[in-house]
């Protein structure tokens, strides 16, 4: 297990460009590979994730090849995925296990899903329980709510589900089980979650309604092939984003990345801390919305973060504990308690490595109450095998004045391959 050590910089400069977004490159594998004829993604995404994804097609008897450039994929239509012959291996990556769920269930044969210590340990009864309401056979450890999960394909039907979580994960799952049910599937959500499936779904033909609350489709859409440009993920972005706010001295530009406002919350949060963030050059490509994100050094100021943003910001609560332990004042973050089923307990782990930085941290069921002060300690801390967890506490450690540790950033390539280096590139010492 690898540990990676930075030190304390004057300021994060430059220009960057971040690599693909992972839940619309594990999308473009699945309809990519359901659709009928070619599609060509570029800006794919190479980190462990999505590969994972675009294995488990490969092992259902899909064409899929990568010139390093564009990755292409020779799709055989609804019903033209072949049994795989072994368990379908998801590494770390919910994404791809949730989503697979729902798409295997309505084949015409067996399957497997599992994935490493983290993801079996997981919560799948989120999806294993709609996806048995539309007449899915989906059998898994600890009572069928675990990994792996063991999946006999059989004929579906359309439901009428309200979600109980905003998962887009979840959304996702039962409308690639819908594709292939028959009727009509509704499914409603407390707040919007990521619209990433329904945008691709339009953009390879199919129609997906959404109204407030929710989205509705019906079985048997026939989806094209069709090419993709996959813009640089927010998420991966934010890391930079905070980077550049709470050292003084900087300014950094991250070029071509996706700001669909369901993922926009990680903007909207720290513009209310007071951030000096700026959207240059938007357009659209490929259903989705794209801009340069230009940022620069600010003071920051705790906030009160609850209700629909948390669901837009879900992936980037790690980043913003660093930023709130850079505010004036206390931020106060509850409704966020989805935080404790994502890759590791995300509350738990940030409170640890925080408290070790010297700030003052409260964790509660739902969130955590974060006391900005000056300057962090330089301390060791952990990523607890979380890419994200791993990536924050790199920032916090530049913005340190000393050397910080953290362990086992092995987990870092799940995401954002290269992420060392581009923190290094734009790093002035
Ligand atoms: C994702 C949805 C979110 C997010 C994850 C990617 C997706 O998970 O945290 O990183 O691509 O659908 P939930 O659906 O569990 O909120």
Do not use: W
């Not at 691709?200 to 129609?207: I, N, Y």
């Not at 069709?226 to 950094?252: H, K, N, Q, Y």
């Amino acid at each position: 297990m690898q540990s990676y050590t930075v030190k304390g910089v004057r300021g994060v400069r430059g220009e960057i460009t971040v690599p693909g977004d992972k839940s619309i490159s594990h999308r473009s594998i699945m309809l990519g590979s359901l659709a009928n004829g070619i599609t060509r993604v570029s800006g794919f995404l190479r980190g462990e994730d999505a590969l994972a994804t675009l294995q488990a097609f490969r092992d259902m008897g899909i064409e899929i090849t990568d010139d390093g450039e564009t990755v292409t994929i020779a799709g055989k239509g609804l019903h033209g995925l072949s049994e795989p012959t072994d368990v379908l291996d998801c590494g770390n990556s919910g994404t791809s296990m949730r989503l697979l769920a729902g798409l295997l269930a309505g084949q015409s044969f067996f399957s497997v899903l599992s994935g490493d210590k983290y993801l079996r340990n997981r919560p799948m009864k989120r999806v294993v329980e709609p996806i048995s309401r539309m007449g899915g056979r989906i059998l898994g450890r600890a009572g069928n709510t675990k990994a792996p999960l063991a999946i006999q394909g059989s004929p579906l039907k359309g439901i009428s589900y309200d979600s109980p979580v905003s998962s887009a994960q979840v959304k996702s799952a039962i409308m690639l089980a819908a594709l292939y049910a028959d009727g009509e599937t509704t499914i409603t959500e407390p707040h919007l979650s990521r619209d990433h499936s329904e945008r691709m779904f339009r953009h390879f033909g199919a129609s997906v309604e959404s109204f407030p609350g929710g989205v509705r489709l019906s079985g048997g859409a026939e989806l094209q092939g069709r090419d993709i440009v996959v813009p640089g993920d927010i998420s991966s972005a934010a890391f930079f984003m905070v980077a550049a706010l709470i050292v003084p001295g900087s300014e950094l530009l991250i070029k071509n990345v996706g700001i669909n406002p369901t993922r926009t919350g990680i903007l909207d949060i720290l513009c209310a801390m007071g951030g000096d963030i700026e959207l240059l050059n938007q357009s659209e490509d490929s259903g989705e919305p794209v801009a340069d994100i230009l940022v620069r050094s600010s003071q920051l100021k705790g906030i009160d973060i609850s209700g629909e943003v948390v669901p837009r910001a879900i992936d980037e609560f790690p980043a913003i504990c660093v930023a709130a332990a850079h505010a004036s004042g206390t931020t106060r973050v509850s409704g966020a308690e989805e935080l404790r089923v994502k890759e590791t307990d995300r509350i738990a782990a940030m409170t640890a490595n925080l408290r070790k930085a010297g700030v003052e941290v409260v964790d509660t069921p739902d969130g955590m109450e974060i006391v900005g002060r000056e300057r962090l300690e330089p301390c060791a801390a952990e990523s607890f095998g979380d890419h994200r967890i791993a990536m924050s506490m790199l920032v916090a450690g530049i913005a340190t004045e000393g050397e910080t540790t953290v362990s086992d950033v092995e987990c870092i390539a799940t995401s954002f391959p290269g992420f060392l280096d581009l923190l290094k590139g734009v790093s002035v010492s």
